[in-house]
C-alpha cells in the first residue's frame, strides 16, 4: 500500500491564484481530512469527509473548498490563493472502526502564497 | 465540544533520563486519545492511543501514556529518552458519543521534544 499521498510537495502562489491539492488514500478508509500546520498553532482541521459524498467544515474552512466523489480521493481546492494561507497542509485518513482508529498522515504540501 | 491542551512549548531532556511531555483534555463525552510524532519535513506518526481498558498505554518506540480521567490528562512518558526522539509531539483528543460525538479528532498545538547527549 502507498497509505496517504500529497501533490504537489511544494507550490508558489501569487495571491489570486487558484490552486488543487490533491490527497489519495489506498487503505480504503472511509474518514478523510485536510489539516493546515502553522508555527505555534499545531493542526487545524480546514474540512473533513466521512464518506464519498459527505464533507463538512472544521475549524478554519474559509478560503477552502473539497469534494469527496470516490473513497480515495479528497482535493483541496484554494479558489483565491491568499499570504494568510501560506502554510503546510497535511491530508490524513482513518477508519470509521473506533478500535481500529489511527490517523494516518500524507507527507505534506508546503504552500507559498506571494 | 472537544479540546487539548499542550502547557509546554518544548520540553528539554538528557539523553537516559525519563521524559515526560503532558497533555489535557476536555471532552462531554468518552475521549479517545492519541499521541502523534512529527520528525522535520515529514508528516504525522501514530504513537498510540487510549480507547478503552487499562489506563496504562505502550505505544512504539517504548513510549507509553497514562490515561488520568480524574485529572483529564493524558501523558506521554519514556523511561529513557534518546537524542533520536527529538522531534514535535503532538496529542489528540475525539469526543465519543452515542450521539452528537466527533468525527474527527482535535490535536493540540505541539510539544518540541529536545534529548541532549
Known amino acids: 500500500n502507498a497509505g496517504v499521498t500529497q501533490t504537489p510537495k511544494f507550490q508558489v502562489l501569487k495571491t489570486g491564484q487558484s490552486m488543487t491539492l490533491q490527497c489519495a488514500q489506498d487503505?480504503?478508509?472511509?474518514?478523510m481530512s485536510w489539516y493546515r500546520q502553522d508555527p505555534g498553532m499545531g493542526l487545524r482541521l480546514i474540512h473533513y469527509?466521512?464518506?464519498?459524498?459527505?464533507?463538512d467544515q472544521g475549524e478554519v474552512p474559509n478560503g477552502y473548498n473539497v469534494s469527496r466523489s470516490t473513497t480515495e480521493d479528497f482535493p483541496l481546492r484554494l479558489l483565491s490563493a491568499a499570504p494568510s494561507q501560506t502554510s503546510v497542509y497535511f491530508c490524513?485518513?482513518?477508519?470509521?472502526?473506533?478500535?481500529?482508529?489511527?490517523?494516518?498522515f500524507g507527507p505534506g504540501t508546503r504552500l507559498l502564497v506571494l | 465540544a472537544q479540546s487539548v491542551a499542550q502547557p509546554e512549548d518544548q520540553v528539554n531532556v538528557a539523553e537516559g533520563n525519563p521524559l515526560t511531555v503532558k497533555c489535557t483534555y476536555s471532552?462531554?463525552?468518552?475521549?479517545?486519545l492519541f499521541w502523534y510524532v512529527q520528525y522535520p519535513n515529514r508528516g504525522l506518526q501514530f504513537l498510540l492511543k487510549?480507547?478503552?481498558?487499562?489506563?496504562l498505554v505502550k505505544g512504539s518506540y517504548g513510549f507509553e501514556a497514562e490515561f488520568n480521567k480524574s485529572q483529564t490528562s493524558f501523558h506521554l512518558k519514556k523511561p529513557s529518552a534518546l537524542v533520536s526522539d527529538s522531534a514535535l509531539y503532538f496529542c489528540?483528543?475525539?469526543?465519543?458519543?452515542?450521539?452528537?460525538?466527533?468525527?474527527?479528532?482535535?490535536f493540540g498545538r505541539g510539544t518540541s521534544l529536545i534529548v541532549h547527549p
Open positions: 469527509s466521512v464518506g464519498a459524498g459527505i464533507t
Open positions: 487510549y480507547i478503552t481498558g487499562d489506563n
Open positions: 487503505m480504503n478508509h472511509e474518514y
Open positions: 489528540a483528543v475525539r469526543d465519543y458519543r452515542a450521539s452528537g460525538g466527533s468525527y474527527i479528532p482535535t
Open positions: 490524513a485518513s482513518s477508519y470509521r472502526d473506533n478500535y481500529q482508529e489511527t490517523q494516518y
Open positions: 471532552v462531554s463525552g468518552n475521549p479517545y
